[in-house]
């Protein structure tokens, strides 16, 4: 009767295509999840975010192809949209219209891209939001705003110490 040794000698170095063989399928599968993952960041694929609601959620999240698109397909560019109130620049203010929004996003792309495809406001709200993009540092946006007769001179200077 042939036995085995008490103490079998212990097995040797793993051959690496026996390592490679099981680690490719975990790699394969990172390597998925990494893409799928970021195709969702990049706004495609199965985990992208939700489009924008409205022109004005589109104009405040800085999503200038949405926002054409929707302006080319009929929606006005100058009516007041309601946006997510955790959005809103307050509690009574959760209607923006797109322009309005996207100076408050601070995007001059977005504002150039809405007085190209006609959006505006009202002579006061004008004035008042290149103001308050004056004052917040977003002078390119209020310039922008000042080309559609927003006059900054009238603006208050904010208090100098």
């Not at 009516?79 to 601070?106: F, Q, V, W």
């Amino acid at each position: 009767m042939n036995l085995p040794p008490r103490n079998p000698a212990p097995p040797g170095p793993v051959p690496g295509w026996a390592l490679a063989l099981t680690a490719s399928p975990l790699l394969a599968a990172a390597s998925y999840m990494a893409v799928v993952a970021s195709s969702g960041l990049a706004g495609v694929g199965p985990f992208r975010p939700t489009p924008p609601a409205t022109l004005s959620e589109a104009a405040l999240a800085t999503e200038v192809l949405p926002l054409l698109h929707r302006i080319r397909m009929g929606e006005d560019p100058n009516a007041p949209y309601p946006i997510p109130a955790h959005l809103a620049p307050s509690d009574d203010k959760t209607h923006l219209r797109p322009l309005e929004a996207a100076a408050l996003s601070g995007d001059s792309l977005t504002v150039e891209v809405l007085l190209r495809e006609g959006g505006s406001l009202p002579p006061g709200d004008r004035q008042r939001v290149a103001c308050q993009a004056r004052a917040s540092g977003r002078h390119e946006v209020a310039q922008l705003l000042a080309g559609t007769d927003a006059d900054l001179d009238l603006c208050h200077a904010p208090h100098e110490e």
